[in-house]
Nanobody, 131 residues
Framework: QLQLVESGGGLVQPGGSLRLSCAASDGTLDYYAIGWFRQAPGKEREGVSCISSSGNYTKYADSVKGRLTISRDNAKTTVYLQMNSLKPEDTAIYYC????????????????????????WGQGTQVTVSS
């Protein structure tokens, strides 16, 4: 059973930056596509970004394009979400999630809009953007 652990959340002023990390408790995220999702108070959870297990394909929600960057380390133990130019509306609990990719076709892509694909979820990390 894959267990995911997020870190890096906190309080930041508008225009500031944060880097979130997502790691597997057993050390490897190989052969998993990873997505970042967020849920603001009173709102539904939404997809923010995803990265394929190959690391070559990424996808972003329109609301974060140009400000957030997803990446994974070469050892495939950690996935990062670099968040720049943060806005108050980015305030939310951020979750990382994963689904297995059993073949090369699946390993070359990811989906950020289909939360039902993601079988494994972390506990979440709070991001607050406020002056």
């Amino acid at each position: 059973q894959l267990q995911l652990v997020e870190s890096g959340g906190g309080l930041v002023q508008p225009g500031g930056s944060l880097r979130l990390s997502c790691a597997a408790s057993d050390g490897t995220l190989d052969y998993y596509a990873i997505g970042w999702f967020r849920q603001a108070p009173g709102k539904e959870r939404e997809g923010v970004s995803c990265i394929s297990s190959s690391g070559n394909y990424t996808k972003y929600a329109d609301s974060v394009k140009g400000r957030l960057t997803i990446s994974r380390d070469n050892a495939k133990t950690t996935v990062y979400l670099q968040m720049n130019s943060l806005k108050p509306e980015d305030t939310a609990i951020y979750y990382c999630a994963a689904y297995g990719t059993p073949n090369t076709r699946a390993q070359a892509m990811c989906v950020v809009t289909l939360m039902s694909w993601y079988a494994y979820w972390g506990q979440g990390t709070q991001v607050t953007v406020s002056s």
